[in-house]
C-alpha cells in the first residue's frame, strides 16, 4: 500500500512569496489532515478534511493560509503572503473515514524556511 | 494553553534498559491517547495507542499505562535498542470532539549502544 506522498519535500522562499504544498492521501482514506510543526515542538492541527467538505480549520490562520481539497483525494495548502514564523515542516496525514481511533498516517512533510 | 504536555526534552539510555517516556495532559474529555514515533526527515509513525477504559496496553517491547486520575500516561521500552532512538510523540483525542490529535512537544530518545 502506498503511503501519504508529499512534495515538495523542501522549499526556501522569501517573506512575503507564496507558496503552496501538496499532498496525495492514502487510497481509500476519506479523511485527511494538514499539521504545522515548528522546530521543537509537536505537530499542530490546521485543517482536517473529510472527503471534500472541512471539518476543522480553527487553528487555520484564514488571512494567509487557505487549503482545498478537491474531489475528496488530493490537497493543497498554500501560504499568500509568508512570513518569517511560518518557517516549520507541514505534514500531510490521512485516516481512513470513521477510524475513530485517531491513528493517522503521515507523510514525509513539507520543509518551509522563510527568509 | 497546551492540552498535552510532554516535559522531559531529551532522554538518553543505555541499550538493554529500560526507557520511560512520560507524558501529561489537561483535558478530561481525552479518551484515547496514542505515542507516535518519529525519525529526521520523516512523517511521524504510529507506535500505540489505550482507550481510557484501560490503564495498560502491551505490543512486544512496547507498553503503554494510563493513570486516569493523575491525567498521565507512559510509555516503556524493555529492552531499549539503539533503533529506538527517535522522536517520540504522545498524543491525545476526544471521542466528542472529531477524534482530532493534540500532540505534546515530543521527547527525543538516544539509546546509547
Known amino acids: 500500500e502506498a503511503g501519504v506522498a508529499q512534495s515538495p519535500r523542501y522549499k526556501i522562499i522569501e517573506k512575503r512569496q507564496s507558496v503552496a504544498f501538496w499532498c496525495n492521501p492514502i487510497s481509500g482514506h476519506a479523511t485527511l489532515y494538514w499539521y504545522q510543526q515548528i522546530l521543537g515542538q509537536g505537530p499542530k492541527l490546521l485543517i482536517q478534511f473529510q472527503n471534500n467538505g472541512v471539518v476543522d480549520d480553527s487553528q487555520l490562520p484564514k488571512d494567509r493560509f487557505s487549503a482545498e481539497r478537491l474531489k475528496g483525494v488530493d490537497s493543497t495548502l498554500k501560504i499568500q503572503p509568508a512570513k518569517l514564523e511560518d518557517s516549520a515542516v507541514y505534514l500531510c496525514a490521512s485516516s481512513r473515514q470513521g477510524a475513530g481511533t485517531g491513528e493517522l498516517f503521515f507523510g514525509e512533510g513539507s520543509r518551509l524556511t522563510v527568509l | 494553553d497546551q492540552q498535552v504536555k510532554q516535559n522531559s526534552p531529551s532522554l538518553s539510555v543505555q541499550e538493554g534498559r529500560i526507557s520511560i517516556l512520560n507524558c501529561d495532559y489537561t483535558n478530561s474529555m481525552f479518551d484515547y491517547f496514542l505515542w507516535y514515533k518519529k525519525y529526521p526527515a520523516e512523517g511521524p509513525t504510529f507506535l500505540i495507542s489505550i482507550s481510557s477504559i484501560k490503564d495498560k496496553n502491551e505490543d512486544g517491547r512496547f507498553t503503554v499505562f494510563l493513570n486516569k486520575s493523575a491525567k498521565h500516561l507512559s510509555l516503556h521500552i524493555v529492552p531499549s535498542q539503539p533503533g529506538d532512538s527517535a522522536v517520540y510523540f504522545c498524543?491525545?483525542?476526544?471521542?466528542?470532539?472529531?477524534?482530532?490529535?493534540?500532540f505534546g512537544g515530543g521527547t527525543r530518545l538516544m539509546v546509547k549502544p
Open positions: 498524543a491525545a483525542s476526544a471521542h466528542n470532539a472529531g477524534n482530532m490529535l493534540t
